[in-house]
């Protein structure tokens, strides 16, 4: 096992520049997941760090080892892919042995590994098949079980659940959390799935175009979003967001909405008389409650039976709230929603910071 260091990194190809000056350390044994939208620029960092693409500025370490100049099969990482990657014409036993027989190790050697990981991953059954001859799911199992023999310092996952079906994926990374309880490895998973990146990571790295927006473990990202960004891309459903004005009178702060409605601000938040501001409300802390709130015309309900998911109107802008109950309402009903003041939040309508008190 190993750290890994990520300093001043940059990529582009030519003129284009897709990594913008990263920084991030993952520490040994830590399950790190990059997650952004497409084109952020995650995988391009994935493959600097497996040697796989050519770092054009700043420095990646691995186990205290800049590794820029290494070759990606001395940098002692293995890599599990979105297509798996598998030999089609070699057995499960073949596959997951075959880096280990290029590495001239032991016949002795290579069984031990292969059954070890095949006994971790339930595989032991399905040795002597083929890859046309296993689902997608026992077919993902293979590549990570190849990564395993290999005993590396670290783990590096590109999106490799994305070809699954729904009820796969969530079964997979159940799977793939559990194993890194087991090995312990520090990992590095790519994925555009914020659902994935909650309920995996130990940190959570969110990127977009090219740059770290914010860095933290899942439940830091998710109560006290650096931005709009962030807000919006972490959390199912996405934060609503209202846009207002903030109106100060004798000491107290309001926000003021189209139509003349006004609200107090959310308690960790703070704002200037003038200030123009979006007001930001998770859908589940949007509270369907009589009184002070926001007047909203029902679109389409929802029912999920362990909650019930609105689509609602105000003032032509949707809002989504999302009730741990079942109601009575229906599409075309008036209601109002209530903000959650301890877990609302405010953002800098012009640079989509946070507004923290």
């Not at 036993?93 to 032991?106: C, G, I, Y």
């Amino acid at each position: 096992m190993a750290a890994v260091s990520i300093k001043a990194v940059r990529k582009s190809f030519g003129s284009t520049q897709v990594i913008r000056g990263v920084d991030i350390e993952i520490a040994d044994g830590e399950f790190c997941v990059l997650v952004g939208p497409s084109g952020c620029g995650k995988s391009t960092l994935l493959r600097m760090i497996a040697g796989l693409e050519e770092i054009t500025d700043g420095e990646v370490s691995i186990g205290g080892k800049v590794v820029n100049r290494i070759a990606p099969k001395q940098r002692d990482i293995a890599m599990v892919f979105q297509n798996y990657a598998l030999y089609p014409h070699m057995t499960v036993r073949d596959n997951m042995s075959f880096a280990l027989m290029l590495a001239k190790q032991s016949k002795d050697d290579i069984e031990a590994h292969v059954a070890k990981a095949a006994d971790i991953l339930g595989l032991t059954q399905l040795l002597d098949r083929y890859p046309r001859q296993l689902s997608g799911g026992q077919r993902q199992r293979v590549a990570m079980g190849r990564a395993i023999v290999r005993d590396p310092q670290v783990f590096l996952f590109d999106e490799p659940l994305s070809n699954l079906d729904a009820k796969l994926r969530v079964q997979m990374r159940t799977e793939i959390k559990e194993l890194h309880q087991r090995l312990k490895t520090t990992s590095i998973y790519v994925t555009h799935d914020q659902i994935e990146a909650m309920t995996m990571a130990d940190k959570i790295v969110v990127m977009k175009d090219g740059v770290v927006e914010q860095i933290g473990d899942p439940l830091t990202l998710y109560d006290q979003p650096n931005n709009i960004f962030v807000a919006g891309f972490i959390g199912s459903p996405a934060m609503n967001m209202i846009p207002g004005i903030a109106r100060s009178n004798d000491g107290i702060v309001e926000v003021e909405f189209d139509g003349g409605l006004s609200l107090p601000i959310p308690v960790s938040a703070r704002a200037t008389d003038g200030q123009r501001v979006l007001y930001g409300m998770r859908p589940e802390h949007c509270l369907l409650e009589e009184g002070a709130g926001f007047p909203s015309d029902v679109v389409v309900v929802e029912p999920t039976g362990a909650d019930t998911q609105l689509y609602c109107r105000f003032n032509g802008q949707e809002l989504t709230s999302l009730v741990r109950d079942r109601v009575s309402c229906r599409a075309g009903d008036r209601i109002s929603l209530k903000p959650d003041l301890a877990r609302a939040h405010l953002f800098d309508a012009d640079s989509g910071a946070r507004l923290a008190a």
